[in-house]
Each structure stands twice: as structure tokens, then as C-alpha cells.
């Protein structure tokens, strides 16, 4: 099975700040890889798809990359909106495997 | 607009049985694979199983392989899970989402609101 590798597991952060997000894949996914937000109570939402593709309706200061393994979800000049728990999903084979997640917080 | 409601969760003894369902409307339900994804209380999201559109590629978590049957009846636009044997380990928010191995922008798009499911003497 791929395990996918998420951290930090907590992240405290201002307002305002940019902060990353990494998954690293423990065997090659290419660009399936997802990120997800998710707000107490609510189911999650997908935020960026391919690695690098912002989803519909998602802020532009939300961005993905990759290098190599290393997948990075990027938010720029953070809101307050944007605090959650961030999710990484690997759908390149079965079993599909989310990371463990990383708690946005305001600091 | 695309919606997926589950049903069926509530409390259960240990070793006992209970079947999900998730009603899909919006969309042409036959065209797409469709997941189950769980979450225990205050954990991260887990899947648990896939079935393909047309029901011919069905894949299992090793946590509930040969306990959880996922199924769909393409007719009345449900998806289900069958889930047998349960342990207090299966206690989760248990969620339905459209999806699979495909690079589609959609794809994991569509989540319910889940149903919790309660494993507990």
C-alpha cells in the first residue's frame, strides 16, 4: 500500500501569513494526488486536484506542487476562513490512502 | 446540483450487522465510480471501499475486507454498505463520495453529509 506521509501535523500561523503543507509519497502517484479542506462539522472539500490544479470555486491564494515524492498544498496571506484541517489523498491505485492531516491554526 | 445523502447509521452492538445506503441525484449516478470514506470520532478520513460504475471493479481497506460489502443499484440511484461483524473499531462518521482513479477535476468533488454508525454494547 502507499503511505502517504503528512506534516506538519500542527500548524500554528497569523493571519496573513503563507504557509505549506507536504505529503510525501512512499511510491510513485504522478499527479493523483488531491488535497482536501476540512471545518468542524463539515464534510471535506476538495481544494486542488493533479497535484497543481486549483478546484472550482477555490481561492487563488491556494496553490499545489510537486517535487519528485513531495507534494506541497501553499496558502498565501492566510485568512481567517482558512482555518481547518488540510487533507492529502493519493487515488493513484487501491487501497486509496489520505495523509493524517494538519491542523491550521491561529497562533 | 449534485447530492449524495446518506442513511442508515445509529447504534449497534459489537458483532451485529448494518447496512448504509447513499441516495445520489444531480447526475447521472450509472456513470460513476463511488466510495465510502470513514472517520472516527476526532480521527482523520479513511477510506473503505470502491465500486466502478457498472459494478465490475470493487476494492476493500484490509480493515474491512471480507466484513463490508459495498454494492449500488444503478436503477434507484443508491449506493450501499453492508457491514457485518462490527467492532468498536468501525465507530466513524461514515461518508459516500463520487470518485476514483481518474484525473477528472470533479473527482472527489461530491461528498455527503455522512452517517455516523456507532459500534458499542
Known amino acids: 500500500d502507499i503511505q502517504m506521509t503528512q506534516s506538519p501535523s500542527s500548524l500554528p500561523a497569523s493571519l496573513g501569513d503563507r504557509v505549506t503543507i507536504t505529503c510525501r509519497a512512499s511510491?510513485?502517484?504522478?499527479?493523483?494526488l488531491r488535497w482536501f479542506q476540512q471545518k468542524p462539522g463539515k464534510s471535506p472539500r476538495l481544494m486542488i486536484y493533479?497535484?497543481?490544479n486549483l478546484a472550482a470555486g477555490v481561492p487563488s491564494r491556494f496553490s499545489g506542487s510537486r517535487s519528485g515524492s513531495d507534494y506541497s498544498l501553499t496558502i498565501n496571506s492566510l485568512e481567517s476562513e482558512d482555518m481547518a484541517i488540510y487533507y492529502c489523498?493519493?487515488?493513484?491505485?487501491?487501497?486509496?490512502?489520505f495523509g493524517s492531516g494538519t491542523k491550521l491554526e491561529i497562533k | 446540483e449534485v447530492q449524495l445523502v446518506e442513511s442508515g447509521g445509529g447504534l449497534v452492538q459489537p458483532g451485529r450487522s448494518l447496512k448504509l445506503s447513499c441516495v445520489a441525484s444531480g447526475f447521472t449516478f450509472s456513470n460513476y465510480g463511488m466510495n465510502w470514506i470513514r472517520q472516527a470520532p476526532g480521527k482523520g478520513l479513511e477510506w473503505v471501499a470502491y465500486i466502478s460504475s457498472g459494478s465490475s471493479y470493487i476494492y476493500y481497506a484490509e480493515t474491512v475486507k471480507g466484513r463490508f460489502t459495498i454494492s449500488r443499484d444503478n436503477a434507484k440511484n443508491t449506493l450501499y454498505l453492508q457491514m457485518t461483524s462490527l467492532r468498536s473499531e468501525d465507530t466513524a462518521l461514515y461518508y459516500c463520495a463520487r470518485g476514483g482513479l481518474t484525473g477528472s477535476p470533479d473527482s472527489f468533488a461530491y461528498w455527503g453529509q455522512g452517517t455516523l454508525v456507532t459500534v458499542s454494547s
Open positions: 493533479g497535484a497543481t
Open positions: 489523498l493519493q487515488h493513484n491505485e487501491y487501497p486509496l490512502t
Open positions: 511510491q510513485d502517484i504522478g499527479n493523483y
